[in-house]
């Protein structure tokens, strides 16, 4: 009991931290992903709890990541959210069956430059995809995102230049104050800076407002459970795209659960056991995918944040769960009013942060 408390006593401020930034992460992700933001939440809780219990790391922080959105939005354009629940409890058994036969052992041989290469593909996917949301052009839905970028540059001159001067400010923020101010990530103050841009703009009678989350995704929700079982026929399992995808989201949760691990076992001086952390990943996608959730996997930057805020053992991502749940319930009537323009902001920063050009410079 004591251990216990003094657990807790260590890591209550790195899991609050973690939290605070998971729930603007955890919208934008989701929405990403093509999902409604209610998932990502539901993602980052139950993810992020399960695999926190069951992995082998110490500090990886498990949620919603760009790595996966990349790669789940064509189909869910093409075949609704609902379908992403079912993509995350396939990979989930996926990834169990790869615990039992120790895939951990052989992904390591996958060369760096596959690994960059797909890195920077899902970069270019994740920041081309908010093209609609930092132009100001309504863009019909498509599954392929040339479609995408052909109707945009064909509509160039429909697009509007003060919401785009507004995207670039925002990135430009973000890059700036993590550069200066490492504690508080610029993600979380521009969020709440968007909020209260939004609010003051549509109380005043200046006429210019942004369109926002909650005029986007009317049925924001802080819930631990989405029913999508009225949505599942089992005519969705005969589908070929649908296993192909839930396979390639194992091997990549596998993949950067691995490397999250790795990195903060660098840090830290520490080293986490592989094979409990792909069942943590495998078991946190049953369980996000059940709650009606999104994939997920280990998030480099929640996890290396965490670390900074000063966590001690796999007690902190278990209080961030917590505490987001708290959180949400609390703040997200807010997120209503965040912009969809300061979403798009934060999404190609993290798609630009995907980008590690000492990498391509190593490769080169």
Do not use: C
């Amino acid at each position: 009991m004591k251990n216990l408390f003094n657990l807790l006593k260590l890591n209550w401020k790195s899991g609050l931290t973690v939290s605070l930034v998971s729930l603007p992460l955890s919208l934008a992700l989701a929405i990403a992903s093509g999902a409604s933001p209610t998932q990502g939440i539901i993602t980052a809780l139950w993810a992020g709890l399960i695999g926190a219990i069951f992995g082998g790391s110490n500090f990886n922080v498990t949620g919603p990541t760009g790595a996966l959105s990349g790669i789940l939005i064509g189909y869910t354009i093409a075949n609704g959210y609902w379908s992403l629940p079912i993509i995350a409890i396939l990979a989930g058994i996926f990834i169990v069956i790869g615990y039992f036969f120790r895939i951990d052992k052989y992904i390591i041989f996958i060369p760096k430059s596959v690994v960059y290469g797909f890195t920077l593909g899902v970069a270019f996917i994740i920041g081309l995809n908010q093209i609609d949301n930092f132009l100001g052009l309504t863009i019909p839905k498509t599954e392929r995102l040339i479609e995408k970028i052909i109707f945009a540059l064909a509509h160039i001159g429909e697009a509007n230049l003060s919401i785009f001067l507004i995207f670039i400010l925002g990135v430009a923020f973000i890059f700036f104050w993590n550069k200066k101010m490492q504690k508080v990530p610029g993600a979380v103050i521009l969020a709440a800076a968007g909020i209260i841009f939004s609010i003051l703009m549509y109380n005043s009678n200046i006429g210019f407002n942004l369109e926002t989350i909650g005029q986007r995704y009317s049925n924001i929700d802080a819930k631990i459970f989405i029913n999508f079982w009225g949505e599942f026929s089992w005519s969705m399992l005969y589908d070929k795209q649908l296993w192909i995808l839930s396979l390639a989201t194992a091997i990549i949760a596998i993949l950067e659960t691995l490397m999250s691990g790795q990195i903060a076992d660098s840090i830290t001086k520490t080293k986490f056991n592989r094979k409990k952390e792909v069942l943590g990943v495998g078991l946190a996608n049953i369980g996000s995918g059940i709650f009606g959730g999104i994939p997920a996997t280990a998030a480099l930057a929640r996890t290396a944040l965490n670390i900074k805020s000063g966590a001690t053992h796999k007690t902190s991502a278990i209080i961030g769960s917590f505490s987001l749940f708290v959180i949400s319930f609390l703040l997200l009537p807010y997120f209503r009013w965040l912009p969809m323009v300061f979403i798009a902001s934060i999404l190609v920063f993290v798609a630009m942060s995907m980008v590690e050009k000492k990498h391509f410079i190593h490769l080169l």
